[in-house]
C-alpha cells in the first residue's frame, strides 16, 4: 500500500505543481498549501499518522484528503467518508496482449478535454508522465494516464467510452507497461473498474478512503 499511496501522491503533486499550488511532503503525508485543482486531495497519507497534517491545508468547505490506509478517524474534524476504494498492483509481465485498438500518447491539448478532471498542457512534457488515447478506427473509445515513481508505475483516470472494458483494461496494461518496462502498475478503484483490474491481472493490495468536508459544514 505505500508504494501505492506514495505513487498517488507523486501524481497529485505533479498536478497540482503544474497549476502552480505549492506542495510539502514529509513521512506522514504529502499536502498542497493552497486548495488544489477540482477533484484532486489537498492531503494524502503515507503513512498510518495522526491528522496534525491537518493544520498545514485549507479545510474550508470542499477540502479533501486521501486516507490512504482507511485508518484515520477525520469526522472530529467536519470530514464525512466520501469513497472507499482499495489499491491495486500487478507484478510487471512480459507477455503481450494482442491490441484491437490503436493506443497512442496525447500531443495536443485539446485532447485532455476527454477528461473532465483539470490537466495541464505542461503534463504532456513531463518524462514521467503518459496521457494515451485508444481508438477504434477514427473514434476515440478509451484513455488512461500513467505516472512512474521510482519502484512502480500509476495507472489512473482511465475513461472508457464505446469499447469493451475488459479489453481496454488489459490492452491498457500491456501498453503502461512497454512505457515503463520492469515496473509494477499500482492504482486505486472500486466498484464494476475493480472487477476489470482484478480480471486484468491486479489484486487488491488494502483500503483507502477519502475524506471531504461538505459545503455548508
Known amino acids: 500500500m505505500a508504494l501505492a499511496a506514495g505513487n498517488n501522491a507523486d501524481w497529485c503533486d505533479l498536478v497540482c505543481r503544474a497549476h502552480g499550488v505549492t506542495t510539502e511532503r514529509d513521512q506522514d503525508a504529502w499536502v498542497a498549501l493552497r486548495r488544489s485543482p477540482p477533484l484532486y486531495p489537498d492531503a494524502v497519507t503515507l503513512r498510518e499518522t495522526t491528522p496534525a497534517f491537518l493544520d498545514r491545508i485549507d479545510t474550508s468547505p470542499g477540502c479533501s484528503v486521501k486516507d490512504s490506509f482507511a485508518s484515520a478517524d477525520l469526522s472530529g474534524y467536519g470530514f464525512r467518508v466520501l469513497v472507499e476504494a482499495e489499491w491495486i498492483h500487478r507484478p510487471p509481465t512480459p507477455g503481450i496482449v494482442r491490441r484491437r485498438l490503436d493506443w497512442s500518447p496525447v500531443r495536443t491539448p485539446g485532447e485532455l ?23 477504434d478506427g477514427d473514434d476515440v473509445v478509451a484513455g488512461v494516464i500513467g505516472n512512474r515513481s521510482a ?31 520492469g515496473l509494477p ?23 483507502l478512503r477519502v475524506w471531504l468536508i461538505p459545503d455548508g459544514n
Open 185 to 207: 502498475l499500482v492504482g486505486y478503484e472500486r466498484g464494476e473498474s475493480l472487477e476489470h483490474a482484478h480480471r486484468a491481472g491486479f489484486t487488491s493490495a488494502g483500503p
Open 151 to 181: 519502484e512502480v508505475a500509476g495507472l489512473s483516470n482511465m475513461i472508457i467510452l464505446t469499447a469493451d472494458p475488459d479489453r481496454v483494461w488489459a490492452e491498457a496494461c500491456d501498453v503502461l507497461g512497454a512505457h515503463f518496462p
Open 113 to 135: 478535454r476527454l477528461w473532465d478532471a483539470p490537466l495541464s498542457p505542461a503534463l504532456l512534457d513531463n518524462p514521467a508522465v503518459v496521457i494515451l488515447t485508444a481508438r
